[in-house]
């Protein structure tokens, strides 16, 4: 059987199911969820993230996550958890450059990927050095969500003392979509008209949605559609108990819910699809077979974690937060390597892409903490902090296990394009407006 034939199942079973329901089975149904299928990120998938731009993403979280070390005051052990971890390229970034960091950090490091699937990824090619970090891969624990229907993927660990983290992870959760229709509050639903899935509104599956919205401080106009990421609250809570002593950061994009439930700016949401690397935007075809997401609502992942006991030690863009440690420096020291031109045209792009405005630089950086104080975070710190910046001398440089941007098939990124006047960081990563 497959998703599609599945949610066909359901939907005659129940007459509808929740767009949230069909989400969660389009990317996660083990039996041929979109997720559950052959690597869908990167030049042969369907859309690519910041590990695959360029390697500097890892180096700079490399950088904060020593300082984290330092704060916890240089523990023998320090545990990375990375949650949807994917094919483990950042893993892999990130215990590459920890090896040359200082201080007995890298045989600190014991890093976890965690993901859907046990199946391991490029994380196996990490130093193997007996002095460098070791790395695990563990599946997320698969429960029902409190909703009953929907499944929780749990986090497998408990007792961490060191730092949570992901990228693009609760993007990728199931979302309910609400409206208000002639006046009244409405969920969407999937159903069937013959042969042919379609929307319908309906009375609401569960009363956390209005009560979200309410929390926020959120009231739809006629005819605004928003999404509703209700597995965060249960993430939040799961991450802040399996958390000793230490960090949560979660890098995805997103916004504060005043602006990203801006009648004005997003009336019909943010739900979108990628196919071959093309914003679809058409959830109920190629089911299975497409990347569904919606962007997150940062003000309930820090409500969350206040509610769990977390402080927030920082909230910013992907852009400032990379120049802060040392983005800039790194550019300068790639133009001073000798290295093919195609070869620093392409490092050059790929960083650049990393900060780039209107895509990856918008995105946005959450840290999180627990037991740890409210410690001065250096991806926060402005005027940029010069640890951060003598941490980052060793270039990383792009290998086969990233994108080549500059090939033609990501023509935002060419060669000719003249980036600099787009950004507002100098080299020493301050304004430079
Ligand atoms: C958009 S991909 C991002 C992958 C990777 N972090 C990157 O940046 O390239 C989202 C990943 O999260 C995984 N995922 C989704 N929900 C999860 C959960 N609850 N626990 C662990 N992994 C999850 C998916 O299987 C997928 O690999």
């Given at each position: 059987m497959t998703v599609e034939e599945e949610i066909r199942r359901r939907i005659l079973a129940s007459r509808a199911i929740t767009f949230a329901e069909f989400m969660g089975l389009a990317l996660f149904?083990?039996?041929?969820g979109y997720y559950t299928?052959?690597?869908?990120?990167?030049?042969?998938?369907?859309f690519y993230t910041s590990p695959h731009a360029h390697p500097a993403f890892g180096a700079l979280i490399a950088v904060q996550l020593h300082q984290m070390w330092q704060v916890m005051g240089h523990p023998a052990t320090f545990t990375v958890v990375e949650l949807g971890?994917?094919?483990?390229l950042l893993c892999r970034d990130i215990t590459s450059y920890a090896a040359g960091l200082p201080g007995d950090f890298a045989r600190s490091l014991r890093y976890v990927c965690v993901d859907t699937l046990v199946a391991g990824g490029v994380e196996r090619e990490s130093t193997r050095d007996p002095r460098g970090p070791t790395v695990n891969r563990l599946a997320s624990l698969l429960s029902m969500g409190p909703l009953g229907g929907e499944h929780h993927r749990g986090i497998p660990?408990?007792?961490?003392?060191?730092c949570l983290l992901s990228n693009e992870?609760?993007?990728a959760f199931p979302v309910h979509q609400v409206t208000l229709s002639q006046g009244s509050f409405k969920e969407v639903y999937v159903t069937l008209t013959g042969d042919v899935l379609e929307y319908a509104l309906k009375e609401p599956s569960t009363p956390r949605l209005a009560t979200r919205l309410a929390g926020l401080g959120i009231t739809l106009a006629e005819g605004q559609t928003v999404e509703i990421n209700l597995g965060i609250d249960d993430w939040v809570d799961d991450a802040a108990e399996a958390l000793d002593i230490g960090f949560i950061l979660t890098v995805d994009y997103g916004r504060v819910a005043s602006d990203l439930y801006s009648m004005d700016d997003r009336p019909r949401g943010t739900l979108t699809t990628f196919y071959r690397h093309t914003q679809t935007d058409s959830p109920l075809q190629r089911i299975g077979r497409q990347d569904m997401t919606a962007q997150i609502d940062f003000t309930t992942v820090m409500n969350a974690g206040i509610q769990a006991g977390l402080e927030t030690l920082g909230f910013t863009t992907q852009a400032r937060f990379l120049a802060n440690l040392g983005l800039p420096r790194l550019r300068d020291r790639l133009t001073a390597l000798d290295l093919p031109r195609r070869q620093l045209a392409a490092n050059n792009t790929g960083m650049l892409d990393l900060a780039r405005p209107g895509g990856l630089g918008d995105f946005k950086v959450l840290i999180q903490g627990k037991n740890v104080g409210t410690p001065a975070l250096w991806g926060f710190e402005e005027p940029v902090s010069e640890q951060a910046v003598a941490l980052a001398s060793n270039v990383p440089i792009l290998d086969a296990?990233?994108?080549?941007?500059?090939?033609?098939?990501?023509?935002?990124?060419?060669?000719?394009?003249?980036?600099?006047?787009?950004?507002?960081?100098?080299a020493s990563g301050r304004d430079g407006s």
């Amino acid at each position: 059987m497959t998703v599609e034939e599945e949610i066909r199942r359901r939907i005659l079973a129940s007459r509808a199911i929740t767009f949230a329901e069909f989400m969660g089975l389009a990317l996660f149904w083990p039996g041929g969820g979109y997720y559950t299928g052959p690597d869908h990120i990167g030049s042969s998938g369907d859309f690519y993230t910041s590990p695959h731009a360029h390697p500097a993403f890892g180096a700079l979280i490399a950088v904060q996550l020593h300082q984290m070390w330092q704060v916890m005051g240089h523990p023998a052990t320090f545990t990375v958890v990375e949650l949807g971890a994917g094919n483990g390229l950042l893993c892999r970034d990130i215990t590459s450059y920890a090896a040359g960091l200082p201080g007995d950090f890298a045989r600190s490091l014991r890093y976890v990927c965690v993901d859907t699937l046990v199946a391991g990824g490029v994380e196996r090619e990490s130093t193997r050095d007996p002095r460098g970090p070791t790395v695990n891969r563990l599946a997320s624990l698969l429960s029902m969500g409190p909703l009953g229907g929907e499944h929780h993927r749990g986090i497998p660990l408990r007792g961490i003392k060191g730092c949570l983290l992901s990228n693009e992870l609760l993007d990728a959760f199931p979302v309910h979509q609400v409206t208000l229709s002639q006046g009244s509050f409405k969920e969407v639903y999937v159903t069937l008209t013959g042969d042919v899935l379609e929307y319908a509104l309906k009375e609401p599956s569960t009363p956390r949605l209005a009560t979200r919205l309410a929390g926020l401080g959120i009231t739809l106009a006629e005819g605004q559609t928003v999404e509703i990421n209700l597995g965060i609250d249960d993430w939040v809570d799961d991450a802040a108990e399996a958390l000793d002593i230490g960090f949560i950061l979660t890098v995805d994009y997103g916004r504060v819910a005043s602006d990203l439930y801006s009648m004005d700016d997003r009336p019909r949401g943010t739900l979108t699809t990628f196919y071959r690397h093309t914003q679809t935007d058409s959830p109920l075809q190629r089911i299975g077979r497409q990347d569904m997401t919606a962007q997150i609502d940062f003000t309930t992942v820090m409500n969350a974690g206040i509610q769990a006991g977390l402080e927030t030690l920082g909230f910013t863009t992907q852009a400032r937060f990379l120049a802060n440690l040392g983005l800039p420096r790194l550019r300068d020291r790639l133009t001073a390597l000798d290295l093919p031109r195609r070869q620093l045209a392409a490092n050059n792009t790929g960083m650049l892409d990393l900060a780039r405005p209107g895509g990856l630089g918008d995105f946005k950086v959450l840290i999180q903490g627990k037991n740890v104080g409210t410690p001065a975070l250096w991806g926060f710190e402005e005027p940029v902090s010069e640890q951060a910046v003598a941490l980052a001398s060793n270039v990383p440089i792009l290998d086969a296990g990233h994108l080549p941007l500059m090939e033609g098939r990501y023509p935002h990124a060419s060669l000719e394009f003249d980036w600099d006047p787009f950004y507002d960081i100098d080299a020493s990563g301050r304004d430079g407006s």
